[in-house]
Every structure is written in structure tokens, then in C-alpha cells.
């Protein structure tokens, strides 16, 4: 399944919308360049096509492509920023998504950050709400996706994206740092969620929960070590990629991710429709 990244040409701390971030502690660019390239590395490696979108100056955040939109199908729910250092990637989202023919929904007005806050669950969409996304916005999703939503309160700002502190592996396993969700959300993960498996705050800080499954390889922004026997018994084994420098920004792997974009072969495969005209090779 191809993976939207987008190069981070762009990538500085500028602005602080979130715990992480502090515009007195630089990025350093190189070094930041070569951890995006070792994650775009790995996906060649295990054969996942990475498609690019294009960095736009002055939007430091858009390398998060997870924030980009939540995708099923040809389907796109784009986000609509909570804070407004980020709402000028939306137009610019919206018109890649639609460029690779997704067909893309908005919310009426609630803030939805994309699958920085939507993950699926087998063929559940567990979303958080609390900090970026409001609650009111996640039954539209659910609507505008055709899927069932479980909503998750998160109630910790290190952790203020779902995906920093959850990460399903497969419709029955997930990783979860407990510190993230309220008390019932967490009961509520562990009723839905028949492998759920704990990570220690220490290492949830370390953005361990911040990870991407491919095939039977679970790429994490961290060493993952405590994890690595529970992965095993599920039948994963840990690649750990130091994001050192994305961390700063309070992002990981999965937020420089947005799975399920169609590849640009399936795009090649599919001619744009031209009024009056049949394919001769057409059935
Ligand atoms: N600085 C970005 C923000 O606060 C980081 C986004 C991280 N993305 C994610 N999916 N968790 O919006």
C-alpha cells in the first residue's frame, strides 16, 4: 500500500502547537534530512512505493503528512486544522488528494487532524478526540468514510494526537501507552482490543507508540526494546529509526506517513476520462 511523504525542505520549529515543540531548539536540517530519507529508505526496502508531495515554504508542518487526511478507498476526509499555523497545508492537500483521484470530504467546521487522530482498527476507525480533533467532527468522519468509530479521549498533551500514544498493528493487536486516554477510554481499549499491548510512559515519550506496520516489520521512532518480546509473540520484529530531529516538532514515523494514497502506477494505470472518447482496448 503506498505511503504519501513529503520531503522536509521546509521542516523547522517556528511556531509552539504542542508540549514539544520550542522554537529556541533548532532543527538541525541535515541530520533531519537523513533521518526522513532513512524512513523513505526502509519503505523501498520493503517495497512500499512512496508517493511526494510537494513542500511549501512557510508550512514547517507539512512533512506530518498524517495530518494530510484519513483515506479509505478513494476516499479522503481532509483535516481542518485546529490551529491556524497549520490551516494553509489544507488547500494544498485537498488539491493533491484530488490530483491522485481520491474524491475528498470535509467536515462542517469541526477541527479533524487526518490520521494523526484516525487509525483503523481492522475496519474500525478509532479516533481521538481532546486536543486537535473535536469529538463532534468524528461521527461525520465515520459518516463520510462509511465505517463504525470508536472514540478515544485523550487527556495527556505530550500525547495530544492519537497516534502518539496508540498504534494497531492488526485488526487485534495495538500498542497503547495507557498515560494518553482517560480511564475509560483506556477500559474501552482493552474491551475492543484482544492484544493490547502496554508501553511504558518512558518509552511511549520516546514516541515507541509513534509507529507503522509493514507486512510482519513494525517501524517505530524508537528502539522499542521493552516491546521487542510482546511484538515477537504477535509475530513482529521491531525496526527502530532515531527521529531526533522530527521529535522536536513532536512528530515520529507515523506522522511523516499517510498510508493508503493511490501509487502513481495505479494512477498511470487509470487514463483521466475524456468526454466522447472510448478506449478502442475497452470492453
Ligand atoms: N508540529 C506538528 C503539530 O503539532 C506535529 C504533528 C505530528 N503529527 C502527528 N500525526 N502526530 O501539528
Known amino acids: 500500500?503506498?505511503?504519501?511523504?513529503?520531503?522536509?525542505?521546509?521542516?523547522?520549529?517556528?511556531?509552539?502547537?504542542?508540549?514539544?515543540?520550542?522554537?529556541?531548539?533548532?532543527?538541525?536540517?541535515?541530520?533531519?534530512?537523513?533521518?526522513?530519507?532513512?524512513l523513505r529508505g526502509v519503505y523501498a526496502d520493503l517495497g512500499v512505493e512512496v508517493v511526494l508531495a510537494e513542500p511549501a515554504a512557510g508550512l514547517p508542518d507539512m512533512v506530518f503528512s498524517a495530518n494530510a487526511a484519513v483515506l479509505r478507498g478513494d476516499v479522503a476526509v481532509l483535516s481542518r486544522f485546529r490551529h491556524p499555523e497549520r490551516r494553509g497545508e489544507e488547500p494544498l492537500w485537498r488539491s493533491l488528494l484530488s490530483g491522485l483521484g481520491m474524491r475528498?470530504?470535509?467536515?462542517s467546521g469541526p477541527a479533524f487532524e487526518g490520521a494523526g487522530d484516525a487509525l483503523f482498527l481492522g475496519d474500525t476507525l478509532v479516533c481521538g478526540h481532546g486536543f486537535r480533533s473535536d469529538s463532534a467532527a468524528i461521527p461525520e468522519v465515520g459518516r463520510a468514510l462509511d465505517v463504525e468509530t470508536l472514540a478515544v479521549e485523550l487527556v495527556d498533551p505530550r500525547f495530544y494526537h492519537l497516534d502518539t500514544c496508540f498504534c494497531p498493528l492488526d485488526a487485534r493487536t495495538a500498542l497503547l501507552a495507557p498515560a494518553g486516554v482517560s480511564p475509560a477510554s483506556h477500559d474501552?481499549?482493552?474491551?475492543?482490543?484482544?492484544?493490547?499491548?502496554?508501553?511504558?510512559?518512558?518509552?511511549?515519550e520516546g514516541f515507541a507508540c509513534n509507529a507503522i506496520r509493514?507486512?510482519?516489520?513494525?517501524?517505530?521512532?524508537?528502539?522499542?526494546?521493552?516491546?521487542?518480546?510482546?511484538?515477537?509473540?504477535?509475530?513482529?520484529?521491531?525496526?527502530?529509526?532515531?527521529?531526533?530531529?522530527?521529535?522536536?516538532?513532536?512528530?515520529?514515523?507515523?506522522?511523516?506517513?499517510?498510508?493508503?494514497?493511490?501509487?502513481?502506477?495505479?494512477?498511470?494505470?487509470?487514463?483521466?476520462?475524456?468526454?466522447?472518447?472510448?478506449?478502442?482496448?475497452?470492453?
Open 188 to 204: 474501552l481499549l482493552r474491551r475492543r482490543v484482544e492484544r493490547l499491548i502496554e508501553v511504558p510512559e518512558a518509552a511511549a
Open 104 to 107: 475528498v470530504r470535509e467536515t
Open 1 to 38: 500500500m503506498p505511503v504519501l511523504m513529503c520531503p522536509p525542505d521546509h521542516f523547522q520549529v517556528t511556531y509552539e502547537i504542542n508540549p514539544w515543540m520550542h522554537v529556541s531548539v533548532p532543527v538541525d536540517a541535515r541530520r533531519a534530512r537523513r533521518q526522513w530519507e532513512d
Open 214 to 283: 509493514v507486512g510482519d516489520t513494525v517501524i517505530s521512532s524508537t528502539a522499542l526494546e521493552a516491546l521487542a518480546r510482546p511484538l515477537a509473540a504477535a509475530g513482529y520484529r521491531v525496526l527502530g529509526l532515531p527521529m531526533s530531529e522530527f521529535m522536536k516538532a513532536g512528530g515520529g514515523v507515523r506522522c511523516l506517513s499517510l498510508p493508503g494514497v493511490p501509487g502513481a502506477r495505479a494512477a498511470q494505470r487509470e487514463p483521466q476520462p475524456v468526454a466522447g472518447w472510448r478506449s478502442p482496448v475497452a470492453p
